[in-house]
């Protein structure tokens, strides 16, 4: 039993080694690029969620946006959201792992490709899960995850900030961890065509 | 092991029998409990398998992936723990060591669980659900146990990845209290359900032992009893080897000191006697109480007859203090039977009735005193009981048969007659009645076989008388549960009125035993058959009590006096006789010798104004056909049966 014991631990230590990992976090341009295709309400601040289609992680990370969206009253900043499920250009069947449904059903979102990751490279996005929020004149305020730890949904300070920058209109402080499956893969994130 | 909390009213045997059987169902119930968590892991094995492999399959980098740490997780967790957990489960069940075991395992694929599947709020409650399987055991420590487990896994991973556990990356530093707090008012519901289940199975194991304890011994001497004394010779049954010996002990008149100083004071003195008994033994030999006074020792490992009786010989001795009880001091002594396995017999019944018998013979030798069973008895019992199967068909298949031994005047003139009573039996042939009558008596077949007597008898006597002859009377032995029952002179009145027999020549024969016990009936049915005009004759006279104030209250006409004064011709022997007719005679009673065997008896008994005689000298017993040839020539004068008088002097 004490192998069990010591087995179980070890293997404990290498999955919370795996789940606290955060992923790579590039740099997000300070305000919005000017050569982004992505459309933009000039009216609202936007929020961009960049996924890997295939990420489990980001289940989580599309939960807390769901979360975060049932908790805004209709008085509150109703940021324009946009969901880039980034993939490699022309690829088939990206859509099946089921992340692309569940974004579609996030309120307002506007769920779209970012074929070859053109878009991720441009906003500094390296792994699924990355979020970026822009205000109305394209001022960054929030850059990072909103989930505690891979695949984990539940409270953490991530998703406050977000809702911090969201209602004060003020940018956050420091960028917050992003847990998913890396961005970064060959032939994705090629360098944008401009 | 949780002990009684009130252990007073309880005794060693029941405690020990209370905790047997609480540890027969506690494991039983664990037992179960340990299928059911090993089949539990099982299931959580394939659902953790399961749902790692749809929630979180594989880690994703661009295009390439590998398998998720997860799945390995899911997939390793079987072979770390969860099956050697349900192999020990199968190997020591009941353990309490697999139940620990169990907790832990259960609690390590609570939390492998919570983790693979993305740490979701829901899958937490796979702790309080293991938590309440593990309660099934109703052993609060398996639930410390899950729950120090739990705990610890807590504790590390809330030091140094705090967000795993509590789903942020910097937390409140109470939010551990809340988490702590919520495991800790499930294990105080659970552990306080356990414990109550725990009591209540207490209380059900107390009860069954006070049962099985009631069942198996005697409430009064606390000693076993006789469904105890039967598992004991079953059990040592098992070594054909095995010498053992069965001692059948019963109280000498402890009837009488029940009676007379109350059934309190007699069970205290029972209860003395026991623990009197009982310290004679030692551990090995089981002492029983059987009934009322009776008690049996089973001896193991007796060898000899000689160990036995002398086992036997110091319970006797055991009995010799006085026993003092409430002020009163009471001799008590005790008759002893032995019967040995498996000399004479292989099961407890047989060995018991013969331990019996044979202390009843040992009363019939004078009481205090130990008899070892023999063959002898054996073949008398054998006899003992084909005389009581065979006594039920010996009325309906006429077995019986009447004779009449004459009772003659002191002129030697026919009187009248005795009848008495034979069985010719068809194997054994003529059966004395001194061997049947007991048994008759003991079995209430003697009801009927009185009335047959003295119908009979009735009967002959009736058939007897001639016109202008004499008048020849008959008497009639008559039992003690006959005289007894209450409708006893409307039968006799009846069979006379049958018979057309006029009362005055039927005398009824009953002993002073009989009469004695309970004076006042005995002498309103005196009372009643004298005013029928039947004549009433105490038998036996001078051989039991012999009480002069009986003799005076009694109602009877005649005196029988017994053959044993009749045989004693000289010295006080020859006073008695003459006192007893005297008085007799002053207080109006006729007087009878029986048992005349000698002329000189006669020629003495005559002289001393004894009324009539009766005996071998004048005649044996006459078959009831051939009573009319043989008052046809003796009823005038009955002549000494010289054949029967030489045998007799010789």
């Known amino acids: 039993m004490c192998f069990a014991v010591i087995a179980t631990l070890w293997g404990m230590r290498i999955l919370i080694g795996f789940d606290q990992t955060a992923g790579a976090m590039g740099v997000a341009p300070a305000r919005w690029p000017a050569p982004s295709e992505i459309p933009r309400d000039p009216a609202r601040p936007q929020l961009l969620v960049f996924v890997h289609p295939f990420c489990p992680c980001s289940a989580a990370t599309l939960e807390e946006l769901e979360r975060m969206t049932a908790r805004r009253t209709r008085t509150s900043v109703q940021p324009q959201m946009t969901v880039l499920f980034v993939r490699p250009r022309g690829a088939k069947g990206w859509r099946s792992a089921g992340l692309w449904d569940t974004a579609r059903q996030l309120a307002g979102a506007h769920v779209m490709w970012d074929e070859d990751g053109q878009e991720a490279h441009r906003f500094g996005a390296l792994t699924s899960g990355d979020i970026l929020l822009y205000e109305a004149h394209g001022i960054l305020l929030f850059h990072g995850g909103v989930t505690g730890s891979r695949g984990h949904a539940g409270d953490n300070y991530g998703a406050d900030e977000l809702t911090l920058a969201l209602d004060s209109g003020r940018p956050v402080r420091a960028p917050q961890m992003v847990f998913g499956c890396s961005l970064a893969g060959v032939g994705l994130l090629a360098p944008a065509r401009e | 092991m949780k002990r009684f909390r009130n252990d007073a009213p309880y005794s060693q045997a029941e405690r020990q029998r209370a905790e047997e059987c609480f540890r027969a169902e506690f494991d039983h119930l664990a037992a179960r409990v ?42 390793l967790a079987g072979p770390a723990f969860i099956l050697p957990t349900i192999l020990i489960s199968r190997l020591y069940p009941a353990h309490q060591i697999t139940r620990h075991v169990i907790a832990v395992a259960q609690m390590l694929a609570s939390i492998v669980l919570i983790d693979v599947t993305g740490g979701r709020i829901e899958t937490h409650f796979h702790i309080f659900g293991s938590l309440a399987f593990l309660a099934f055991y109703r052993d609060w420590r398996v639930l410390v146990t899950a ?124 209860a003395l006697v026991a623990e009197r008994l009982a310290a004679v033994l030692t551990k090995e030999q089981t002492l029983a109480r059987i009934g009322g006074d009776e008690f049996v020792a089973l001896l193991d490992e007796v060898g000899t007859p000689e160990k036995a009786t002398d086992t036997a ?213 005196l009372n009643r058959l004298r005013r029928m005009g039947v004549r009433i004759a105490l038998d036996d006279f001078g051989t039991g009590y012999s009480s002069l104030s009986y003799l005076a209250a009694l109602p009877a006409d005649t005196i029988k006096l017994d053959r044993s004064f009749v045989n004693r011709e000289f010295g006080n022997g020859a006073a008695i006789i003459d006192s007893v007719i005297e008085m007799a005679h002053r207080i109006g009673l006729r007087v009878v010798a029986e048992g005349v065997e000698t002329s000189s008896q006669g020629d003495r008994l005559l002289n001393l104004n004894c009324d009539e005689l009766q005996g071998f000298y004048f005649s044996p017993p006459v078959a009831g056909d051939l009573v009319p040839g043989f008052l046809a020539t003796h009823r005038d004068g009955c002549q000494p049966d010289t054949r029967f008088a030489s045998e007799s002097a010789a």
């Not at chain 2, 009801?447 to 008048?471: F, K």
């Open chain 2, 34 to 75: 340990d299928r059911m968590m090993s089949r539990l892991l099982l299931a959580e094995w394939a659902g953790m398998m399961v749902l790692a492999g749809v929630i979180t399959p594989r880690t994703w980098n661009g295009t390439s992936h590998s398998v998720n740490p997860h799945m390995w997780a899911a997939i």
């Open chain 2, 147 to 270: 729950s120090v487990v739990t705990a610890l896994d807590h504790l590390v991973r809330g030091i140094w990845w705090p967000q795993s556990v509590y789903g942020v990356l910097t937390v409140s530093p109470w939010r551990w209290v809340e988490h702590t707090w919520w495991v800790a008012f499930e294990d105080f519901f659970l552990i306080l359900a356990s414990r109550r289940s725990i009591e209540d199975m207490w209380a059900v194991a107390r009860h069954e032992a006070k049962l099985y304890w009631g069942a198996y011994h005697d409430v009064l001497t606390g000693l076993p009893n006789r469904r105890m004394l039967e598992e004991c010779f079953g059990r040592a049954q098992n070594d054909p080897e095995a010498r053992r010996a069965i001692v059948f002990l019963d109280l000498d008149r402890f009837k009488q000191a029940n009676d007379t100083l109350g059934h309190t004071i007699g069970d205290k003195l029972l």
């Open chain 2, 313 to 525: 010989g110091r319970l006797l001795a055991a009995m010799a203090a006085a026993f003092r009880i409430d002020g009163h001091e009471l001799l008590l002594s005790a008759s002893v039977g032995i019967s040995l396995y498996p000399d004479h017999g292989r099961d407890l019944a047989m060995l018991q009735e013969r331990a019996d018998n044979a202390m009843y013979v040992a009363k019939s030798l004078g009481r205090n005193q130990c008899v070892v069973f023999s063959r002898e008895m054996a073949r008398r019992e054998q006899i003992v009981q084909e005389i009581s199967r065979d006594l039920y068909m010996a009325l309906p298949e006429r077995q019986f048969r009447l004779h009449f031994q004459p009772l003659v005047g002191r002129s030697t003139e026919v009187v009248g007659f005795e009848a008495l009573l034979r069985w010719i039996h068809p194997v054994h042939g003529l059966i004395p009645p001194s061997e049947f009558i007991p048994i008759a008596e003991k079995s209430g077949l003697i009801v009927g076989i009185g009335e047959w007597v003295l119908r009979e008898a009735s009967r002959h006597c009736a058939e007897w008388q001639i016109d202008g002859g004499r008048p020849i009377g008959v008497a009639v032995n008559v039992s003690g549960l006959q005289f007894e029952r209450p409708d006893f002179g409307d039968r006799v009145r009846s069979i006379l009125q049958e018979c057309g027999l006029a009362p005055s020549l039927l005398t009824l024969e009953v002993t002073e035993g009989v009469l004695i016990r309970d004076v006042a009936r005995a002498c309103h049915h």
